[in-house]
T-cell receptor, first 112, second 112 residues
């Protein structure tokens, strides 16, 4: 079974802090994704990566950056956290050319 | 660009009665369509997918969905609800490899 893990289930940070959210997958998938989930809005794509060191902006990249130095790991970075970034963050991975994404359990981030 | 509308934000059924979660989509091409389920404090799990094969798609846990091109719908059904079906359900449309659009979600409540 594909396993996607995220470093924290719950995280509380202060405004202005730099925040790192880590995601690791164990199935050698080329593609990885970061979404944020907000009530009534579903999931919105922040960034995705189709291979190591490759990244593409999604629908809402402002205030975020990403890093993919190794194939199995995809990091989401909030350079200076703000209260409007309080949300659930979901990571997903997918085999190149396949249509199914596999999701991690999510990180609920609260920015005070 | 594709989009998806989940017609009900909340559906409540009694255990043992049928479930209907409605989804309409908009797409310029022949899309792929998915239903994902998210149990409390968990990541998303794929229920079923349509990728231009049979229009009636069977998924896990007794769920199925029918692709109706003339109605641009992909409604999710189950003949008999179980308490463990209580969760949030997301309809997703995809036109390309890195372009998935999520609906806002439907929360299913199952009453004993």
């Amino acid at each position: 079974d594909v396993k996607v893990t995220q470093s924290s289930r719950y995280l509380v940070k202060r405004t202005g802090e730099k925040v790192f959210l880590e995601c690791v997958q164990d199935m050698d998938h080329e593609n990885m994704f970061w979404y944020r989930q907000d009530p009534g809005l579903g999931l919105r794509l922040i960034y995705f990566s189709y291979d190591v060191k490759m990244k593409e902006k999604g629908d809402i990249p402002e205030g975020y950056s990403v890093s993919r130095e190794k194939k199995e790991r995809f990091s989401l970075i909030l350079e200076s956290a703000s209260t409007n970034q309080t949300s659930m963050y979901l990571c997903a991975s997918r085999l190149q050319g396949a249509d199914t994404q596999y999701f991690g359990p999510g990180t609920r981030l609260t920015v005070l | 660009a594709q989009s998806v509308t989940q017609l009900d934000s909340h559906v409540s059924v009694s255990e043992g009665t049928p479930v209907l979660l409605r989804c309409n989509y908009s797409s310029s091409y022949s899309p792929s369509l998915f239903w994902y389920v998210q149990h409390p404090n968990k990541g998303l799990q794929l229920l079923l997918k349509y990728t231009s094969a049979a229009t009636l798609v069977k998924g896990i846990n007794g769920f199925e969905a029918e692709f109706k091109k003339s109605e641009t719908s992909f409604h999710l059904t189950k003949p008999s609800a179980h308490m463990s079906d209580a969760a949030e359900y997301f309809c997703v449309v995809s036109e390309g490899e890195n372009d998935m659009r999520f609906g806002a979600g439907t929360r299913l409540t199952v009453k004993p």
